[in-house]
Every structure is written in structure tokens, then in C-alpha cells.
T-cell receptor, first 114, second 113 residues
Framework: DGGITQSPKYLFRKEGQNVTLSCEQN?????MYWYRQDPGQGLRLIYY???????QKGDIAEGYSVSREKKESFPLTVTSAQKNPTAFYLC?????????????FGPGTRLTVL | KNQVEQSPQSLIILEGKNCTLQ??????????LRWYKQDTGRGPVSLTI?????NTKSNGRYTATLDADTKQSSLHITASQLSDSASYIC????????????FGSGTRLLVRP
């Protein structure tokens, strides 16, 4: 059963804590992405990785960090430096990192800061 | 400036009726435009992709059109069903970076019985 999974579905964080969101894909895709979705706004790119062991900042990378040690995994850490982390986080993957390839999205993680 | 704008912001229709969602894009150079459907609390799922040479493409009850001259795309839903209630998002690769996408803010559609 191929696809992209994210965990947990819901996550609660206290101010000052770091939290890590998991993203796994078994589609054998080279490229992976993290987006943030806020109400009434389009998805915004946090980080992307075109190949294992390489990643680049997106448009809103401040307060976030990632790693890409394995092709199938691209975890996102939301650090205490992110001042407004409450949002819906979506992970995606594509065969390669070009715009012609469809990005397949995971089910998302809703992060709430208490 | 590369932009994707959608209208209306939200729409309510009765089950069985048709509707059309609009997307205006200013992306240069243009390569393709994709429509995604996003159910509440879920990730987006691609409905169709439109390239420069395509005017119309259908996927079941969904028909997308593209007018490269006016830089407009539309998504027409025929004989709506309750399961069509979702957000519909228009997406285009950023002209200066093909792996970065520009997402519209979406049209939230509610189909009522």
C-alpha cells in the first residue's frame, strides 16, 4: 500500500518546547516538501529536499529545522524560535523536484500551542 | 510578481447543481496549472493538470479549462454531490523555480442536500 504518512495527526505543544513531526513515504520519490497551511491562505513552503542528505529553505523556514538522512523520511522540527506555530502542517513528495511532477500530500498534522 | 488568485472564496450550492470555480494566474514562464481537492482536515489530492497546449480536460464530473491568453483557468463541477464539499486549490509552478509551487488560497465549496 503505497503512500505518504504523517504522524501524529494532532499535536499539542507548550510554549518553549520543540516538537518533531514525522513524514514517511514509500513511493520511492526523490523530492520531499514541508508546507504550512493557515486559514484563508495558500500553502507556504517551509523546507524542501530534492535528494537525500540535501535540503533547502523555503519561504518561511525561520523557527523550523529538517533532516533528510533517508530517502523515505523527512522529519520537521518546530523549535521554540517559531513564534506562531499553531497551524496545519502538510508533507508532500514528488518523483523528482520539478514542477511537472505531481506532489502527493500526506494527511497532515495539526499543531496547537497551548 | 507570480500570483495565483481564486474566486469565489466560498460557495454554497444544492446537491445536483453545477458550479464553476475560477483561477487567475500571473506566472512567467508558464508551464502548467494543477487543481487539487482538499477535504477538511486532509491533504490535497490532485484532480487534473493543465499544460499550455490544453484547453479542456475532464476527470469524471470535473472539467478544467485553460485560457493561456487571459491567464485564466476554471474548474466546472457537474451534478454536484455531497462528497464534493471541500476546498479546491489552484496551483502553478513558480516561474523562476520549477520545484516551488504557488498555491491559491482556495475556494471552499459546500454542497447542501
Amino acid at each position: 500500500d503505497g503512500g505518504i504518512t504523517q504522524s501524529p495527526k494532532y499535536l499539542f505543544r507548550k510554549e518553549g518546547q520543540n516538537v518533531t513531526l514525522s513524514c514517511e513515504q514509500n513511493l520511492n520519490h526523490d523530492a520531499m516538501y514541508w508546507y504550512r497551511q493557515d486559514p484563508g491562505q495558500g500553502l507556504r513552503l517551509i523546507y524542501y529536499s530534492q535528494i537525500v542528505n540535501d535540503f533547502q529553505k523555503g519561504d518561511i523556514a525561520e523557527g523550523y529545522s529538517v533532516s533528510r538522512e533517508k530517502k523515505e523520511s523527512f522529519p520537521l522540527t518546530v523549535t521554540s524560535a517559531q513564534k506562531n506555530p499553531t497551524a496545519f502542517y502538510l508533507c508532500a513528495s514528488s518523483l523528482t523536484g520539478t514542477g511537472d511532477n505531481e506532489q502527493f500530500f500526506g494527511p497532515g498534522t495539526r499543531l496547537t500551542v497551548l | 510578481k507570480n500570483q495565483v488568485e481564486q474566486s469565489p472564496q466560498s460557495l454554497i450550492i444544492l446537491e445536483g447543481k453545477n458550479c464553476t470555480l475560477q483561477c487567475n494566474y500571473t506566472v512567467s514562464p508558464f508551464s502548467n496549472l494543477r487543481w487539487y481537492k482538499q477535504d477538511t482536515g486532509r491533504g490535497p489530492v490532485s484532480l487534473t493538470i493543465m499544460t499550455f497546449s490544453e484547453n479542456t480536460k475532464s476527470n469524471g464530473r470535473y472539467t478544467a479549462t485553460l485560457d493561456a491568453d487571459t491567464k485564466q483557468s476554471s474548474l466546472h463541477i457537474t451534478a454536484s454531490q455531497l462528497s464534493d464539499s471541500a476546498s479546491y486549490i489552484c496551483v502553478a509552478p513558480r516561474g523562476d523555480s520549477s520545484y516551488k509551487l504557488i498555491f491559491g488560497s482556495g475556494t471552499r465549496l459546500l454542497v447542501r442536500p
